[in-house]
């Protein structure tokens, strides 16, 4: 209940910065990362409902010295998702109701949304959203908008509603200009629409070059149109500026399609979106579904992973790696990053956590580096309080309390302590990781049991584990089929190639990569326990390091202990990928895929280029050497040709294999 009234008061200060100050305090991310959390407390607690809830009512108050303009049909927020599933889900929702659906698929162009009212094909009022009921009369900065028609193509009586926005290329000139005069940059191209078309002096806005489109007929059935493909087009005849950007879409999964589509263009676009719009195409299929409260029950907003968001740092805590070293992690208030719900993120080490000045309670801003794990970027330094708390570096392990070592001239500290449980606990759960051997069912929470229960205390004990089969069962969460299906998937992972077996061990500084490199190079394990530090540098990729690091593993008495004992049940010690045949072609070159491909699948266009030699990569960038585009190639593609790289098209790569 109090993290109800909290989110409430979040909200509602968050509206009036936004609404009626226009001074957003907040970023678009941390408003529907609160919203969302409220919806949810809401739908588990209905009796909690406050009439004071912004699920209440959309938006804030609007302010006097702008006329107040009444909606006749009330201007709704769209609900938002953010997953594929999501994206499934609201499809699987509408056909629960015996529709078959066809949707319209559109840009969500971030900008401001606007009401437009024409009498006898003549513009006479422009109005902003406001609360979706009571909005702004906006018409003396609507009518300097060059894309917004003054007069129709028809003398017709007619609302329609769209998106005002600011060009890329615009905010750009106008913040050199700025920045030439002293003044303040301006923000962002959606900031910079809102705050122009709020002007009290239309001569403002005009030095803006605002532009606009639209993309809503409110009352379609009074104009005889059937679906929203057909309003589209009426209103693109009326005159109106329509995105072309829109696609009529038979199923879910051209939906999905076309948002894989305008993922990869999203970048190269003049104006900013930060999602697509999906719409039941058909009009009485629209009205069959109906409205909650708030939302059209027939429309959602499918929004992009954001590139990088603002969350709470809550706490730092330490971990204990597999080879005893001490690693800071955030605790973050849950937030969602490229897709996935980020509640933990790494912070290396203590020199990192000063550097970037992080203090518990900050608001910090957080991005998936290489879209993967999930980093600190930076602290809001303008967003403290007074209430942070200083970060202090512990100096005993948080596992066994031996005091911390640090090496001179390194930054981490390690346990020392080689039979630290943490560190034992962490290698069972690294060797049966999804990269290493890949056994369903023994997730790190069921790891950490069964070696608290003294079932697994070393790799080889895992392939024992179905000796203590009986004793599972009486464990809480496990029947018969869950220990069955784990149990075979341990068995299962006794044939798993040399490479993961390999990277399972948990060699330091043997990472995925380096493990498929010397599992393609030696064929055997033995082979490898064999060579020498010389023979080992020789290879592409493995330097000093790496091959020290090698070296010292299998001269460790007690790893050839563990390693014979995986022998003995019948583990798997042959690599049994593919021969890397060089290629000229190929051979040492970085290659990026792009658009869709037809004759190959992205996973075995990625095989082959390694089978030969080659290297692929996700993103496009001056040490690409070729970039091999299919169907609609994106943003890479431009950028391919921007920095004069090599591209193949799908034919090509095809005839060079």
């Known amino acids: 209940m109090d993290r109800y009234e909290e989110l409430i008061e979040i909200i509602n200060e968050a509206d009036y910065n936004y609404h009626t100050l226009d001074n957003p305090t907040i970023t678009d991310q ?101 609360d979706g009921t009571t909005g702004e009369d906006i018409t003396h900065n609507v009518k300097t908008i060059k894309s917004i028609p003054l007069k129709l193509t028809e003398e017709v009586d007619i609302e329609v509603r769209g998106e005002i926005f600011m060009n890329k290329k615009t905010l750009e000139e106008l913040n050199k200009k700025r920045k030439a005069k002293g003044e303040p940059l301006l923000q962002n191209c959606r900031n910079a629409a809102a705050g122009s078309i709020r002007q009290l002096d239309s001569k403002v806005a005009a030095e803006r070059k605002l532009d606009n489109f639209i993309y809503h007929l409110p009352n379609p059935e009074d104009y005889n149109l059937n679906t929203h493909s057909e309003a589209l087009d009426y209103m693109k005849k009326l005159g109106f500026k ?5 696609r009529l879409i038979n199923n879910i999964h051209e939906v999905l399609e076309f948002i894989e589509d305008m993922g990869e263009i999203r970048s190269s676009l003049p104006y900013d979106i930060d999602g697509v719009v999906i719409k039941v195409n058909n009009i009485s299929d629209q009205k069959r579904l109906g409205y909650t409260a708030r939302y059209p029950k027939w429309a959602t907003a499918y929004k992009f992973p954001a590139e990088e968001v603002l969350t709470k740092l809550t706490d730092i805590i330490f971990t204990v790696g597999r080879t005893g070293q001490i690693t800071p992690n955030a605790v973050l208030e849950p937030v969602i990053v490229a897709g996935s719900t980020i509640s933990r993120a790494t912070l290396h080490n203590e020199d990192n956590i000063i550097d970037k000045d992080l203090k518990i309670g900050d608001i910090v801003s957080i991005r998936k580096a290489g879209d993967v794990i999930p980093e600190v970027v930076e602290v809001i330094k303008e967003r403290r309080t007074g209430k942070e708390k200083e970060f202090k570096m512990i100096d005993t392990c948080p596992m066994c309390n031996t005091k911390l070592v640090k090496k001179e001239g390194q930054v981490d500290y390690f346990c020392p302590n080689k039979k630290c449980p943490a560190r034992h606990v962490e290698s069972l759960i690294h060797f049966v990781s999804r990269n290493a051997m890949n056994i369903d069912g023994l997730g790190d929470r069921i790891m950490e049991d069964f070696y608290n229960f003294g079932y697994i205390k070393n790799i080889s004990d895992i392939y024992l584990l179905k000796n203590h089969a009986e004793d599972l069962k009486r464990l809480e969460g496990f029947g018969d089929k869950s220990i069955s299906n784990m149990l075979d998937a341990i068995e299962n992972s006794k044939s798993s190639s040399l490479e993961r077996l390999i990277f399972g061990l948990g060699i330091p500084n043997v990472g995925e990569k ?106 496009v960038s001056k040490k690409t050497s070729v970039v091999i585009v299919g169907d609609n190639p994106g943003s890479k593609y431009t950028k391919a040709k921007e920095l004069g790289i090599e591209i193949w098209t799908e034919e090509e790569f095809s005839k060079k294999i």
């Not at 009439?51 to 107040?68: E, L, M, R």
């Not at 329509?242 to 829109?246: C, F």
């Not at 082959?608 to 996700?618: A, N, Q, R, V, Y």
């Open 514 to 619: 380096t493990a498929k490199i010397l599992a393609s190079n030696y064929k055997t394990l033995d082979n490898l326990m064999n060579t020498s530090v010389e023979d080992l540098v020789s290879i592409y990729d493995i330097g000093d390091i790496i091959a020290e690091s090698i070296k010292e593993y299998f001269n460790n008495q007690d790893n050839i202990n563990i390693i014979e004992k995986l022998k003995e049940l019948n583990i798997n010690t042959k690599y049994l990928g593919k021969e890397i045949k060089e290629d000229e072609n190929f051979n040492d070159k970085t290659f990026v895929l792009t658009g869709s491909l037809t004759i190959f699948t992205r996973d075995e266009a990625k095989d082959i280029i390694e089978s030969l030699g080659g290297k692929t990569s996700s993103s």
């Open 242 to 246: 329509i995105n072309s950007n829109n």
């Open 30 to 130: 941390e408003y529907d990362k609160y919203f969302r959390e409220l919806e949810e407390i809401e739908e588990k607690h209905p009796d909690w409902i406050k009439d004071y809830s912004p699920t209440q009512h959309a938006g804030g108050k609007v302010i006097d010295s702008f006329d107040k303009v009444t909606h006749v049909i009330p201007m709704m927020s769209l609900s938002d998702v953010f997953s594929e599933d999501e994206v499934i889900s609201f499809d699987e929702r509408i056909k629960k109701e015996g529709i078959k659906p066809k949707y319209v698929c559109e840009l969500k162009i971030d900008g401001l949304s606007v009401s437009l009212l024409y009498e006898k094909g003549r513009l006479v009022r422009g109005a902003t959203r406001g």
